[in-house]
Structures are given as structure tokens and as C-alpha cells.
């Protein structure tokens, strides 16, 4: 058999080491070598090599990054040089992009699918943003560009809100505000996982009491959901635009407007927690499954176009 070597970051916290051990094992048994914990953030980079652990990053076959809570600007940046010379999952620029909002709106919003409202002001533009909350019936939602888990999100309900918020942002180096249409909504949420083109799960998360997010992180809490045909293909759709491998793809249903709205889509989609699986939520081995699929097709891909 073929033998493969790839690299593998993944979380580890909250089962992540029982589905990294299962993935491979999985991978051993189709040829394909694994070396994990590969964290750039301690890689050593001299004269054209990154070495992370010992292993010379470029000279992987793939390298797979899976772990959201741990990144750094350094391990980032080196994840941006190591797809110039192996395939990623995700690529370096589906990765990116997902970790923008603000891009990742934009580009949906111009193929049709549909986001919230929103606009992007430089942070000089005061009155504009007053006339856009006005617009709006004076909810909006400011959210870094770059945030994630409902971190830096805060609900804007009428101008002495804006008034509190503008003061602590300027004495910040952020030079733009990304805001939102503040969405009436039931207060739930669905998250659809995708993998390689393909439907894996759905669930939703239900806002706590007297709060607006639906974030684990925020309070928020799991609850089963069955997916409809409607918001699989949404999903889809915004993953494909997207060019992302594997992603979750987080809507709400607009009740103004009667539609699916796309809030975010993540490349990097937890699997369920043990204590979520008891819940029954079960669908942790065909991601695995489907994820193997994925790094075999794209490790064997490379040779054959090669």
C-alpha cells in the first residue's frame, strides 16, 4: 500500500482527542501516515524549511488544521506559506475568508444568498452610522470582522448605545465598524455541518433567557433540530461560494422578512462533545468518515495531477 505522511493540528479539549485518535486510526489503515499536534506557533523557520516538531512542513503531503481556540498571528501566518507548497484543509484562502465577516457576507450577498443587512463604515463616519441605525428602527448589531463564539458582538438599540460604544472603539486601532440589521428572530438557531460537498448534521442552539445570542460561549444552549431540504441547500450553497472543505454554516429564520438568513459561516465546526452525543447527537463518525474520504482524496489527487 501506498504510504502517505500528513500533519495534523486539532483540538483537543471537549473529545477532540478521541475523534483526533479515531481519525487516525481511520487514515493508518488507508496508507496514510499521521503526525499530530503540529502547532505552528512553536515551528522553527530557517533557509526555507518550517520545521514544526521536527517535521519539515513543506514536505507533507497535506497538512490538516482543525483547532479554533489555540490560533495565533504566527501560526496563521505560517499556515498562509505552508499551503503555497501542500494541500490544507482548509486552504489558506477559504480559511481566511471565513474569518472575516465582512467578506464572507459580501461575497455570499453577491451570489444570491441571503445575509443579514449590513454595512462597513470607517470609523470617522459617525453621522453615517447614526442615519443607518434610524434606517434600520434603530437596532443594529456591531461585530469585529474577525471575532468568533459571540465574542466583541454588541446589540446597538438606540444612539446614547452608539454614544457609549464610539468613545471605548476609538481608543482602539480599529478603523471600520462592520454593523448588522438587528433580525427578529425566535431566538434559535440552526447550525448545518458540510464536509467535502456533503450534508453530515444539523442542530440548533436556543439563546438563553433575556439574551440575544445563541453562542455555546454566550450562554447559549444545544438543542436537536431536524434540517429541512431549504436550509441544506442554503448551507451548501454559501459552503461552495465559499470554497471551503469543511464548514458549519449557522442561519436563522428572518420573521420580517419570512426567509433564511446566513449569519456565519465557520470553517472550523466543533464535532459534538461527549456530553452532546449523550443528548443524542450522533453525528460524529460520519464526519470522521466523510473527513477521511476528503484527506485521501486530496493526498492521492496531488500525485495523480502531479
Known amino acids: 500500500m501506498s504510504s502517505y505522511n500528513i500533519g495534523m493540528w486539532m483540538y483537543q479539549n471537549s473529545g477532540g482527542d478521541k475523534i483526533q485518535r479515531r481519525l487516525i486510526e481511520l487514515l493508518k489503515e488507508r496508507g ?4 499530530p499536534n503540529l502547532n505552528l506557533r512553536y515551528a522553527k523557520v530557517r533557509n526555507g524549511k518550517i520545521n514544526c516538531e521536527n517535521i519539515v512542513m513543506e514536505e507533507l503531503d497535506l ?10 498571528l504566527y501560526q496563521v501566518y505560517l499556515y498562509e506559506m505552508i499551503d503555497k507548497f501542500i494541500p ?6 477559504a480559511f ?3 474569518e472575516d465577516k465582512f467578506k464572507t457576507a459580501h461575497l455570499l450577498k453577491r451570489n444570491g444568498v441571503n445575509t443579514a443587512d449590513y454595512v462597513l463604515c470607517h470609523r470617522d463616519e459617525v453621522t453615517n452610522i447614526r442615519e443607518i441605525l434610524k434606517e434600520w428602527g434603530g437596532k443594529v448589531v456591531y461585530k469585529p470582522t474577525d471575532g468568533w463564539g459571540g465574542v466583541g458582538l454588541v446589540k446597538i438599540e438606540n444612539e446614547a448605545a452608539l454614544d457609549m460604544l464610539l468613545p471605548f472603539l476609538n ?9 448588522e440589521r438587528f433580525i427578529q428572530y425566535d431566538n434559535t438557531d440552526f447550525r448545518i455541518d458540510i464536509v467535502d460537498g456533503e450534508f453530515v448534521s444539523c442542530y440548533g442552539r436556543r439563546a ?3 439574551n440575544w445570542k445563541t453562542n455555546i460561549t454566550s450562554g447559549g444552549s444545544i438543542m436537536l433540530r431536524e434540517a429541512n431540504d431549504e436550509v441544506v441547500e442554503i448551507a451548501k450553497k454559501a459552503v461552495k461560494i ?8 449557522d442561519l436563522i429564520y428572518d420573521l420580517e422578512k419570512e426567509e433564511y438568513i446566513v449569519l456565519e459561516v465557520n470553517g472550523i465546526p466543533a464535532f459534538a462533545t461527549p456530553q452532546q452525543e449523550k443528548m443524542g447527537l450522533d453525528f460524529n463518525e460520519k464526519k470522521i468518515d466523510l ?8 493526498v492521492k489527487g496531488r500525485f495523480q495531477n502531479g
Request: aromatic share 14%; charged share 20%.
Open 32 to 35: 496514510i501516515t499521521v503526525h
Open 63 to 72: 497538512f490538516f488544521s482543525y483547532n479554533a481556540g489555540e490560533q495565533t
Open 88 to 93: 490544507t484543509i482548509n486552504s489558506f484562502e
Open 96 to 98: 481566511s475568508l471565513s
Open 171 to 179: 481608543q482602539t486601532d480599529i478603523r471600520y465598524f462592520y454593523l
Open 208 to 210: 438563553p433567557k433575556d
Open 242 to 249: 465559499c470554497g471551503l472543505d469543511i464548514a458549519g454554516v
Open 291 to 298: 473527513i477521511v474520504d476528503l484527506i485521501e482524496k486530496k
